[in-house]
């Protein structure tokens, strides 16, 4: 049970963070929240980072060994709660709604492209040290 009450609070913990990580690149860019922003970029962001802190956070407790306790808290507990699917698949859906049908492709295949790019840097750097 401490496990999972840990999971959670590391969960609770990367939700706050997507949050304000997504709020932050929304007022930078000066525009309003998805749907009226023109690209989902806090999101493409979160998930992306998200996918790279993972693929680092793998590759160190398959390189250097780490507690499974750890992996299940930090992997997914927190990058569970920092990255979001189900947010990503909504926007693009109303991007192609929207007829920004060009711009929602953009974002499925970036979002595709460069969150295995980063997850494969994350894995590639904890291997490297």
Do not use: K, Q
């Amino acid at each position: 049970m401490g496990l999972m009450a840990l999971v959670g609070l590391g969960a609770s913990f990367g939700a706050v963070a997507r949050y304000l990580v997504d709020r932050a690149v929304t007022r930078r860019r000066g525009t309003a929240p998805v749907p009226a922003a023109p690209f989902p970029g806090g999101t493409w962001l979160i998930n992306v980072s998200g996918a790279f802190v993972l693929g680092l956070l793998v590759g160190l407790a398959g390189r250097h060994g780490m507690p499974a306790d750890v992996l299940a808290v930090v992997g997914t507990g927190v990058c569970g709660g920092y990255t979001t699917f189900s947010t990503f698949s909504v926007e693009t859906i109303r991007l192609a709604e929207d007829g920004r049908a060009t711009l929602a492709l953009v974002n499925m295949v970036s979002s595709i492209a460069f969150g295995l790019a980063a997850a494969a840097l994350g894995l590639g750097l904890a291997y490297a040290v």
